[in-house]
Structure formats: structure tokens, C-alpha cells
């Protein structure tokens, strides 16, 4: 099966190198050394004045194949939301290169964006603005037609449980687990060849969770659609996902299916190694330890 | 490398890209709607803004009571001219600009941004919108002013001051697209550094006062502002019936600012784009 997305040693850093701010009025306090992601917080007073730099995304590596589930482990600021955003055409890579379907994203936008789409860890919505209103909006975007999509919008709510009384009023007025299902029925619309969850059931109480998980399952099964799976979730990257790149500092520091990862490790006092033991070994801390 | 994958070919191109162009208009048309009591608001103020800086004309005559060279009537219409065509351009303005800035503050920028459209069909939907909002907006405030003030409009020629309106908006549109660029790239003052363009546009453009009477300086750069243009020719058409024919020495220079105008605006626009991708400037969080 050929590879959905193609990501060839891609960098991407913020902030330049040696970019010393000149203008004293917007000079603040920055770092001299070139942070992984996330990090960049020590200040040493005595150095010049430079804008801290944080690589995000450092050289990495990987293939999708069509109609997978790949899953992106890491802890907050470990990269996995940069590499989605370069995918989704919203970041420019510093070096390397990412293809989707065959489209290169960089040279290739267009193309890339009628195939993909993409699901944050904040529902991004009007929020003055029903959720018909905004995904009626969301799909015109995608040169879809307004009485079908209508129909189907009240349809993909249903099932997602939320209430017809509710598709009309205001976003404001939603639980933020009801604003993910509309964020998640806004990707679902545009029938996407490639899906991008960064994250999608961060903050969602465990019902919720679930009933988001098992339509990213049945979107897979049923739709065949090939989804990019960002979370710092282990229970939820071993359920849904068939391989696993874990991603520390920017780096993909392993790959593979979550049986295969646990090979990697032996298990501590002889109990079956979890995922959680095998980002502990790899990286030297735990996953929920901010960077 | 992955195998390309064929697009689909339906719905074809110019389909997708009216429906979206269409998108714009009804999610602002939305917006409107949901707003309306600041809507209406706004509108209140527009109206009471217009009518104070109409009755300065009045008040002129009075204070210049004996001084036979103040006509009140005139210089009324004079002001209301002026405010009305100000209000139509700056709304077209701020409309454009705002939206950016509702875009970054609620993070819809990146789905907007990640659609599969091309950057003229999404200000082809947020300018067509911001013209017929602007009017609308325009024919209440100059309703409310013919009655209060008793215009008499028999002489306008209105058809002729809507083709100079019109003609105008065209480079008010392109300059709406390189200041939301200030929005795009500063979410949290992008939006006030717009008031500044607009600003320095007002007190040039000869809005309230003839711009002969501005120093030397400022009447050469009022020749780059569209607004002055619009102004005169506005002003001719309402206040001394001047039609199309004779109003075309004024019409072409402001058609052809809009001309050059909406594709710098895309241009900008496009490198602001550019350059908010590789910084990371898109995203407010995460």
C-alpha cells in the first residue's frame, strides 16, 4: 500500500539564531542558546541580548500508509502540534520535505488542502455563531453545495448526540466536549482523503473520549480514511492507533506498533511493559512532565 | 515517494470557488445577525456622528451672522457629503479589516487559511459584503438626513454619485487588504494600528474642509488618496447635479488606484501569509 504522507527530514525551528534585537524599546528578557521544543527558559544577564530559538520539529522522519492510523505520542511541546500544522500547510518547514497523496505540501498547497483537513486541541469556532452556521460556513469553503449540506450537517450531529434544539444556538453556549464533536463533524464534512486529530480528546470527560474515539475508528474502518493521531494519551494511542512514532524535543526518538515499541523495553520487575515504561526509558522522564 | 493521489473534478473550480466567495458573505452576513444590537448600536452612533458634524454648517451661519459669503445650507450639504461618502469608505475599511481580527481572536484564521481557495476569492467575498453592508448602512444615515435637514436633492445627479461611490470603494478594498495585514500579523494591536491609516486618510482626503486649505505638504499627498477623488466627484454629483461623462476626468484616476490597489493589496497580503508561516505567527496557542 503506497504511503498517504511522506515526511522527509523535516526541520523546523522559531526564532533566528543569531538575530540580536537592536531596537532597545522591544528588548526583553531572552535566552542565548538554541532551546529544543519547548524549552528555551534559562537567561544568563550577562550575555547579549538574543531571541531565543526553539526547535520544534528536528529532522524528522516518517511514512503514513493509506487508510492507517498512525499515532504521534509526546509530552506538550515535544513537536507534535508544529509537525501537524506543517502538514495542514499552515507552517512553512525549514528544510526537508512532506508529500500527501503525492502533493508536496510547500510547492503543492492547493492540491493538499482539498485532500486534507484537520482537528485542533481548541475547538476554533465563531462562537457567536451557531454550530450550522459555522459548519455550513466551514464546508462552502470546500465548494460544497448548501441545501445537501445542510441535511447532512443535522445528520453528522446526531450522530456525534447533540441535540437539534442546540445546532442553532450560539457555540458560546456549548460545553467544550459538544464544541469538539462540531469541530470533529466540521472535518468530517469535507470527507477528507487524510485526517489530522492534534489531540482531540484533550480535555473531554471519559464518555465524551470515548464516543470521539470510536467514530475516529469507524471513520478508518468504514471511509478508509488515513488519520494522523497527535495525543500525550497512551491508553488512547494503543487503542486506536496501529503504529506509533513517539516524539521527544522535537525528535522521533522511536517507531513503531505499540507491540512492537514494547519490545523495546523490558518490563520493570518483570510486569508487561506499557507504553508509558517504554517513553520513560527512551526519553529519561515521564510523559506528563512538562518540557 | 506516495503515489499522487487524482482530485476529484466536481464540483469544478469556479463552482467551488463562488460557493466559497458566498461563504464569506453569508458567515458575515451571520455575524451581523448575531450582533445586531451592536448593529444597531453602531448605527446610532453613525447617525448622531453625521448629524453633529452637519449641523456645524448650520451653526457656521449663525456665528457668521451678517457675513454674506456663509451659506448654511451649502456648507450643511457640504458636511453631509462628506460624512456620508467617509462612513461608505471606512466601513468597506473596517469590515475587511475587523473580520481579520475576529478571525485571530477566535483561531479560525487557520481553517480559513487551510481551505482549498485562492486568496481572491476570500476577499471577493469579504469586500462584496463590505460594499453592500456599506451601503445599506449609508442609505439609513442619508434617509434620516434628507428628512431632518430638508434636502432638497432634486439637482443631484444620484445615479452618477453612486458610480463615483462605487469607483472609490475599489481602492478603499485594496487598501482594506494591506492594513489586515496589521490584524494577521499583530492580533493583539493589529486591529488599533488600522485606526492610524484611516486617521492619516481623513485628514488628507479633504473630508470636512476643501483640501486647499491644508498646508503645501499635506495637499501633495492628499493627490495619492482615493478618497479625495471621491470627495470631489461626490460632491459634484450631489450638490451640482454633475453626471458620469463629466465626472470621468476624476472617475478613471480612482479606478485605476483600485486597479493598482487590490492586486498590492493580494500581493501584501500573500508575503504577510508567507511570513506568518514560517514564524509561527498564525496560531495563538498550542
Not at chain 1, 444556538?169 to 469541530?183: D, F, I, L, Y
Not at chain 2, 447617525?47 to 451672522?65: D, F, H, P, R
Not at chain 2, 453592500?132 to 439637482?155: P, R, T
Request: contains cysteine; charged residues 20%; hydrophobic residues 45%.
Amino acid at each position: 500500500m503506497s504511503p498517504a504522507i511522506v515526511v522527509r527530514d523535516v526541520y523546523k525551528q522559531f526564532g533566528k539564531p543569531d538575530a540580536v534585537n537592536r531596537w532597545w524599546f522591544w528588548r526583553k528578557a531572552q535566552t542565548t542558546s538554541t532551546a529544543p521544543a519547548g524549552g528555551g527558559n534559562g537567561h544568563d544577564a550577562k550575555a547579549p541580548i538574543r531571541r531565543a530559538v526553539v526547535v520544534a520539529v528536528d529532522h524528522v522522519s516518517f511514512e503514513v500508509r493509506e487508510g492507517e492510523i498512525f499515532g504521534v505520542l509526546g509530552p506538550n511541546g515535544g513537536g507534535k502540534s508544529t509537525l501537524i500544522r506543517l502538514i495542514a500547510t499552515l507552517l512553512l518547514p525549514d528544510a526537508g520535505a512532506i508529500h500527501v497523496c503525492g502533493y508536496d505540501v510547500v510547492r503543492q498547497p492547493m492540491q493538499v488542502r482539498r485532500l486534507i483537513n484537520r482537528v485542533s486541541v481548541e475547538a476554533s469556532f465563531f462562537k457567536k455563531l451557531s454550530p450550522v452556521e459555522n459548519l455550513l460556513y466551514g464546508a462552502r469553503l470546500y465548494g460544497l453545495e448548501g441545501r445537501a449540506t445542510r441535511a447532512e450537517i443535522e445528520q453528522i450531529l446526531g450522530r456525534l448526540g447533540l441535540e437539534k434544539r442546540a445546532i442553532h444556538n450560539p457555540m458560546e453556549q456549548m460545553s467544550r466536549g459538544m464544541q469538539q464533536k462540531v469541530a470533529i463533524a466540521r472535518a468530517l464534512l469535507s470527507r477528507p482523503r487524510v485526517l489530522l486529530l492534534d489531540e482531540p480528546t484533550t480535555g473531554l470527560d471519559p464518555r465524551s473520549k470515548r464516543e470521539v474515539q470510536a467514530i475516529i475508528r469507524e471513520l478508518q474502518q468504514q471511509e478508509g480514511t488515513t488519520i494522523l493521531l497527535t495525543t500525550h494519551d497512551m491508553n488512547e494511542a494503543e487503542l486506536l492507533c496501529d503504529r506509533i512514532a513517539i516524539m521527544d524535543q522535537g525528535r522521533v526518538v522511536a517507531l513503531d506498533t505499540p507491540t512492537g515499541l514494547r519490545t523495546l523495553v523490558p518490563g520493570p520487575n518483570g510486569h508487561i511493559t506499557t507504553l508509558e515504561d517504554v517513553f520513560l526509558a527512551l526519553t529519561g522522564r515521564p510523559l506528563d512532565d512538562e518540557v | 515517494m506516495s503515489t499522487i493521489v487524482s482530485l476529484s473534478p466536481s464540483p469544478s473550480f469556479w463552482v467551488r470557488q463562488l460557493r466559497a466567495t458566498y461563504a464569506f458573505m453569508e458567515r458575515n452576513a451571520n455575524l451581523v445577525k448575531r450582533y445586531w444590537s451592536w448593529e444597531l448600536v453602531w448605527l446610532c452612533y453613525s447617525i448622531a456622528n453625521a448629524l453633529s458634524v452637519s449641523y456645524i454648517g448650520l451653526g457656521m451661519e449663525q456665528l457668521g451672522a451678517g457675513n454674506e459669503t456663509i451659506n448654511g445650507r451649502y456648507l450643511t450639504l457640504y458636511l453631509i457629503v462628506g460624512t456620508l461618502v467617509w462612513h461608505f469608505l471606512s466601513v468597506i475599511f473596517y469590515w475587511i479589516t475587523d473580520v481579520i481580527s475576529i478571525e485571530r481572536w477566535e483561531g479560525t484564521i487557520e481553517y480559513t487559511l487551510m481551505a482549498p481557495i485562492h486568496r481572491l476569492t476570500h476577499m471577493a467575498g469579504q469586500t462584496l459584503f463590505a460594499v453592500l453592508y456599506s451601503m445599506l448602512f449609508n442609505a439609513v444615515i442619508l434617509v434620516v438626513a434628507v428628512l431632518l435637514f430638508a434636502i432638497d436633492l432634486s439637482h443631484a445627479d444620484l445615479g452618477a454619485g453612486l458610480v463615483m461611490l462605487l469607483a472609490g470603494s475599489l481602492s478603499f478594498i485594496g487598501v482594506g487588504i494591506m492594513a489586515s495585514v496589521l490584524p494577521l500579523l499583530f492580533p493583539e494591536r493589529g486591529s488599533q494600528m488600522t485606526h492610524v491609516i484611516i486617521a492619516l486618510m481623513l485628514l488628507v482626503s479633504g473630508v470636512y474642509y476643501p483640501i486647499e486649505v491644508l498646508p503645501p505638504l499635506l495637499q501633495k499627498v492628499a493627490v495619492f488618496s482615493p478618497a479625495t477623488y471621491v470627495l470631489i466627484g461626490a460632491r459634484a454629483a450631489l450638490l451640482e447635479g454633475a453626471g458620469v461623462a463629466e465626472l470621468w476626468p476624476i472617475i478613471w484616476p480612482v479606478l485605476l488606484m483600485g486597479l493598482v490597489a487590490i492586486p498590492v493589496g493580494l500581493r501584501v497580503f500573500a508575503l504577510a501569509e508567507r511570513y506568518a508561516k514560517r514564524t509561527g505567527k498564525l496560531h495563538r496557542n498550542g
